[in-house]
């Protein structure tokens, strides 16, 4: 059976992480290694991680000082050891058969891509979202990736900026990866107000614009991810 490396970045997120955690122990695809990078919190984000560690043997919680979500995401890339590789934010949680449906998906193919609901914390779903091309979301979550493709290519995420998805898909769509469409929406996107990318200071816009327009990818591409982008920002 193959293996599923599980990436949680956590940052003071104890109000969420234990429905998160739950949703992974729930697993129908039980070859997991889940792989808690606690980013310096202050609450009891450690706490609990370590509770579910002490219980089951495939959760690992590692610790390091506040360094930002790309930097714990890279963190936990260095201790994957599955052939496959997932990202789930601590505030979100998937639904019990999530990966197995990934896993079964994937074939042969670079990657897998799949929607997902946004919900309010008590769990009222709000819209349900599916991709209809490979560019439609930025977000490194709703996907199961070849660790093996993903190491050869290099892709990993900046660590100085929030808004660090969007490069992330930026180099990943850039290698080409080939890409199979998951017909799910069990990934569960908590409208979270105190999340990094809930921060829409023009700083941080305009550093995010600039790390876009330095990218590697194709013109076009960023031509098309900076009008989504403003757009998005227009809305919030």
Same mark, same amino acid.
């Given at each position: 059976?193959?293996?599923?490396?599980?990436?949680?970045?956590?940052?003071?997120?104890? #109000?969420?992480?234990t429905?998160?955690?739950? /949703?992974? =122990?729930?697993?129908?695809? #039980?070859?997991?290694?889940?792989? *808690?990078?606690?980013?310096? =919190? +202050?609450?009891? #984000?450690? /706490?609990?991680?370590?509770?579910?560690?002490?219980?089951?043997? !495939?959760?690992?919680?590692?610790?390091?000082?506040?360094?930002?979500?790309?930097?714990?995401?890279?963190?936990?890339?260095?201790?994957? &050891?599955?052939?496959?590789?997932?990202?789930?934010?601590?505030?979100? +949680?998937? #639904?019990?058969?999530?990966?197995?449906?990934?896993?079964? =998906?994937?074939?042969?193919?670079?990657? +897998?891509?799949?929607?997902?609901q946004?919900v309010?914390?008590?769990g009222?779903?709000?819209? &349900?979202?599916?991709?209809?091309?490979?560019?439609?979301?930025? /977000?490194?979550?709703?996907?199961?990736?070849?660790?093996?493709?993903?190491?050869?290519?290099?892709?990993?995420f900046?660590?100085?900026? *929030?808004?660090?998805? %969007?490069?992330? /898909?930026? !180099?990943?769509? &850039?290698?080409?990866?080939?890409?199979v469409?998951?017909q799910? %929406?069990?990934?569960?996107y908590?409208?979270?107000?105190?999340?990094? +990318?809930?921060?829409?200071?023009?700083?941080?816009?305009?550093?995010?614009?600039h790390? *876009?327009?330095? &990218?590697?990818?194709?013109?076009?591409?960023?031509?098309?991810?900076?009008?989504?982008?403003? %757009?998005?920002?227009?809305?919030?």
């Amino acid at each position: 059976m193959k293996t599923c490396s599980v990436i949680v970045p956590v940052y003071n997120a104890d #109000s969420f992480l234990t429905g998160c955690l739950c /949703s992974l =122990s729930a697993q129908t695809y #039980s070859a997991l290694q889940v792989i *808690i990078i606690d980013d310096g =919190s +202050t609450d009891q #984000s450690a /706490s609990i991680a370590q509770t579910f560690c002490d219980a089951d043997a !495939r959760f690992l919680l590692i610790k390091q000082n506040n360094q930002g979500q790309g930097n714990a995401r890279n963190n936990g890339m260095q201790h994957a &050891t599955g052939e496959f590789v997932m990202f789930v934010d601590a505030d979100d +949680t998937i #639904s019990p058969d999530y990966i197995e449906k990934h896993i079964l =998906s994937i074939g042969e193919h670079d990657m +897998t891509q799949a929607g997902y609901q946004r919900v309010l914390a008590d769990g009222t779903i709000i819209e &349900t979202r599916m991709p209809r091309h490979r560019y439609q979301f930025t /977000s490194p979550c709703m996907r199961l990736y070849r660790r093996d493709w993903l190491c050869q290519q290099a892709i990993r995420f900046p660590q100085d900026m *929030i808004y660090e998805d %969007v490069i992330f /898909s930026l !180099r990943l769509w &850039t290698a080409q990866p080939t890409i199979v469409f998951v017909q799910s %929406v069990g990934y569960k996107y908590l409208l979270n107000p105190h999340s990094t +990318t809930s921060n829409n200071e023009p700083i941080h816009r305009q550093k995010l614009y600039h790390a *876009i327009r330095q &990218t590697q990818a194709p013109q076009w591409l960023k031509l098309y991810t900076l009008l989504r982008l403003n %757009v998005h920002f227009l809305k919030t």
